[in-house]
């Protein structure tokens, strides 16, 4: 937001330019309860006193005086529509606004605050129509140019803000929000190196922003430079520790690296920080799970499904510990929970029917199979084990044809081919079950040694000895 600069022709020193005696000057007045100070010079300054050290309430009751005094100042009444605008009473801004245009109609500051109050009403239209009003005032106008743009960016129309960033950075290099805003357009057009480099323009202006070091590890992790995106992180954090944003996405780069271990470490962090970062605990335990620790992964599961009883990849992830844990029982709780909230999800019935048949509930197994095939029909894996299973039950043509399927999406898949070569074995169609067998051995000839034991009396038979001795 512009700041009160535009007081009257000779701008007010910023809050590092003031000097103590002023400071401690007002202090004084304030203190000795000088509230009804008629001065307009000493009101002013306190006005921007108090603005400046965003307290607002004081400087309502402030400017309030000094319109008391000058009812028909365009300066006036936008400073108060500054002030009301931080103390989000946006409709009274906009009011005051108004009554400042009605005075001075060609004021281009005006205009730019009234669409930063209307772009924080959402009115988006509004705000577009109030900073190009500024701009036909004042063309080159950085403010209005800035605000249309983040404005503009906000509706996530990307290029077009991205076009006013650069007018403005052809006019002022240096300006160094502009260069920021653009390193987050590049990144949402996709543009992830222009991205890094207009973050880095930005960094090289103002090197203790925590969030451009944060943003910068976001794309360099999308682009896979994932320990370049640790050391972005790890700026960050060194400029503030407690960003727990940061600690869970520096969880993921180490993650992404297979540094399972330091991913923890950082889960940990953003947990401490964060105590309900269900996505921290959530990975926390993908984490567990992957080195082998379905003890703590559940744990850190359960932590996540406390914080949101609805996070469905985390009963899923506790379910597949149970599975590790060979306790079929409460994986198959957890399948089902996670289905009652996400139903169409394949990878969560495939895991049901794997628990269910793991239970013996064979029934239910083949009905999770086919909302499997039906959520992804493509899925010759599951084909195999729905054929396989129907196979089991005795229901050989449905078996036959599931596994048809299978190898019409999948031609190499070896277990398929085995399966139809017992099917055929019990139908007696050796001949076929020769052809199907050879398929199988071709892609896995340990399948040999599984079809001796299963049937010892075809070893020797005229289709399948010749195998066997290959």
């Not at 991205?162 to 950075?169: A, E």
């Not at 973050?199 to 090289?204: A, P, S």
């Not at 520790?241 to 470490?265: C, H, M, Q, V």
């Not at 398929?439 to 195998?467: D, M």
Request: net charge negative.
């Amino acid at each position: 937001m512009p700041s009160f600069d535009h007081f009257d022709d000779d701008p007010l020193p910023r809050p590092n330019d003031r000097s103590d005696d002023d400071v401690r000057r007002f202090r004084e007045q304030l203190r000795n309860g000088e509230k009804d100070i008629n001065n307009t010079e000493a009101l002013e300054e306190i006005i921007q006193f108090y603005f400046e050290h965003e307290q607002f309430e004081e400087a309502l009751h402030f400017v309030d005086r000094l319109l008391s005094f000058e009812p028909f100042s365009g300066d006036g009444w936008q400073r108060k529509g500054m002030i009301l605008n931080n103390l989000y009473r946006y409709t009274e801004a906009l009011a005051c606004y108004e009554k400042a245009l009605s005075l001075n109609p060609t004021d281009a500051e005006i205009f730019v605050n009234r669409g930063i109050t209307l772009d924080n009403l959402n009115n988006i239209e509004g705000a577009l129509e109030s900073f190009n009003a500024a701009l036909d005032l004042d063309p080159l106008y950085e403010e209005a140019l800035f605000h249309k743009a983040v404005t503009l960016e906000k509706q996530e129309q990307f290029k077009e803000a991205l076009h006013v960033f650069r007018m403005i950075l052809d006019m002022n290099p240096e300006h160094v929000d502009a260069w920021y805003e653009l390193g987050y357009c590049y990144d949402f057009l996709e543009e992830s190196e222009l991205s890094v480099k207009s973050y880095d323009e930005h960094l090289n202006r103002d090197p203790y922003n925590y969030n451009a070091w944060y943003n910068r590890g976001i794309v360099l992790n999308r682009m896979g430079q994932y320990s370049k995106a640790i050391e972005s992180y790890d700026m960050a954090l060194a400029i503030k520790e407690d960003f727990p944003s940061a600690w869970y996405n520096k969880g993921n780069a180490f993650a992404n690296l297979g540094r399972l271990y330091d991913a923890i470490t950082c889960f940990k962090q953003t947990i401490q920080f964060e105590a309900g970062d269900v996505p921290a605990w959530h990975n926390l335990g993908n984490a567990y799970e992957e080195l082998g620790l379905y003890t703590e992964a559940i744990w850190a599961f359960t932590n996540a499904i406390k914080y949101d009883s609805r996070h469905y990849e985390s009963y899923f992830g506790r379910g597949c510990c149970y599975d590790a844990l060979e306790d079929p029982k409460r994986a198959l709780i957890d399948y089902k929970t996670a289905l009652s909230i996400h139903t169409e999800y394949p990878e969560l019935w495939y895991a049901r029917a794997d628990a269910e048949y793991n239970l013996g509930l064979v029934e239910e197994c083949l009905e999770s199979y086919k909302m499997v095939l039906k959520l992804d029909p493509r899925n010759a894996e599951a084909f195999f084990d729905y054929g396989d299973t129907l196979y089991e039950m005795g229901e050989i043509k449905e078996a036959e044809e599931a596994l048809e399927q299978c190898l019409s999406l999948s031609p190499t898949f070896a277990p398929a081919h085995y399966t139809l070569a017992r099917i055929h074995i019990l139908l007696h169609k050796y001949e076929q079950a020769s052809s199907s067998f050879k398929a199988a051995l071709t892609e896995e000839p340990e399948l040999s040694e599984r079809f001796r034991k299963e049937y010892p009396e075809l070893c020797v038979h005229e289709f399948f000895a010749p195998l066997l001795k290959k």
